[in-house]
């Protein structure tokens, strides 16, 4: 937008020293026309009275000015015709300028979102990627966490079931135990085992 | 001179303690029975047996040896201070302490199935619930309930899912 801008500003100056120009152009022009040199003037001596004796002096000298008004009316329509065609191409130029101008910078601007779209994108991306790396960082810590967690309260289970059974024992069997019905139980793993308990006991 | 027999022991003299004690009764026994031998030559009287207690009456019977002879007693001696100091010793840990019964049905298989001089010691622990643990030199055998149930501590969390 600045060089639109400044393109623009630079037109209209150029229009202003274009006009001012063309101004002192003709003001120019009209200036050499008065200092054009006189024309020799050759002292002829004619005797109006017998060389213009049947034309009036009056009307010779309105033609005179007619002649004059329509000389100065034709090279002021002729500037005006210039001054017109050059305002018009300096319209179109500044147009065509502004306009390339115009086309550059929305390239440009096109160009520049387009590379801030696929920048983002790509931070967009990168951002999606780390942060489906972190959750499953996440997820997989939380999972080692939780099993921890679960061996160390099954290890806690584990060193409390001591405790567990025996209090479980004392309290279910307190004094009712029975040895002779273990008997069988006790002699049944004395004769399994005798081999074992032999070997041991004589060693 | 021949060879005496091996001497048996009495299941119920079952524990080193005991056949300590029958040693040292044993030995008071004698030095009664000598007193009592000399007495009676002085008096030219019947030796009278000295007074024994049931287990040492017992320890005569299972070797058949006679209370008033005091050579085969004097020998008979020497044969358990031998079996003190050689007699593999077994402990045994159990839920209660075992009646009179039980102890010498153990000590029975023990000295027919392992020594024939093994001898027992007993103690209690509650907590192990029924079975029994057995010592036997720096070895341990553990066929207690207790053990059992903490063998198989996955199948209590298993019974205990599969109920609630």
């Not at chain 1, 101004?23 to 024309?39: D, H």
């Not at chain 1, 100065?72 to 017109?84: C, H, I, T, Y």
Request: glycine share 4%; proline share 3%; net charge negative.
């Amino acid at each position: 937008m600045d060089s639109l801008q400044f393109v623009l500003i630079i037109g209209l100056v150029a229009l202003v020293v274009i006009n001012a120009f063309s101004l002192w152009w003709a003001m120019k022009l009209n200036r050499q026309l008065r200092e054009r040199p006189a024309p020799k003037v050759y002292e002829i001596k004619v005797d109006a009275g017998k060389v213009l004796a049947d034309i009036d002096m009056s009307e010779v000298e309105q033609l005179t000015k007619q002649q004059l008004a329509k000389v100065a009316n034709e090279a002021g329509a002729r500037f005006k015709e210039s001054l017109d065609n050059a305002v018009d191409n300096l319209s179109v130029r500044i147009s065509d300028m502004a306009n390339n101008s115009l086309v550059g910078e929305f390239e440009k601007y096109q160009v520049s979102l387009q590379a801030l779209r696929d920048q983002s994108i790509q931070e967009f991306s990168k951002l999606q990627k780390e942060l489906d790396e972190r959750r499953t960082q996440l997820t997989e810590h939380l999972g080692r966490v939780i099993q921890q967690e679960g061996e160390k309260r099954l290890g806690a289970l584990d060193e409390r079931m001591n405790d567990v059974v025996s209090s479980y024992i004392i309290e279910s069997l307190g004094n009712q135990v029975d040895l002779g019905a273990q008997s069988a139980y006790i002699f049944d793993m004395l004769h399994e085992h005798k081999d074992e308990i032999k070997k041991d006991i004589l060693s | 001179m021949t060879e005496a027999a091996p001497v048996r022991l009495p299941l119920d003299l079952y524990s080193p303690e005991q056949l300590s004690a029958v040693i040292i009764e044993l030995r008071a026994y004698i030095g009664s029975l000598r007193d009592e031998s000399v007495r009676a030559k002085a008096g030219h009287a019947t030796i009278a047996a000295p007074h024994a207690s049931a287990l040492l009456l017992g320890a005569f019977h299972e070797a058949g040896a006679k209370p008033t002879d005091q050579p085969e007693l004097e020998k008979l001696l020497k044969q358990f201070q031998a079996i003190r100091d050689k007699a593999p010793s077994v402990h045994l840990m159990m839920a209660a302490l075992p009646n009179r019964e039980l102890k010498r049905k153990l000590t029975d298989w023990f000295r027919t199935e392992v020594h024939p001089y093994a001898l027992l010691t007993f103690a209690t622990r509650t907590d192990i619930g029924g079975g029994f643990i057995l010592q036997a030199g720096s070895h341990i055998y553990n066929y207690s309930f207790r053990e059992q149930l903490l063998g198989h501590k996955s199948r209590i969390s298993e019974i205990y899912n599969s109920v609630r």
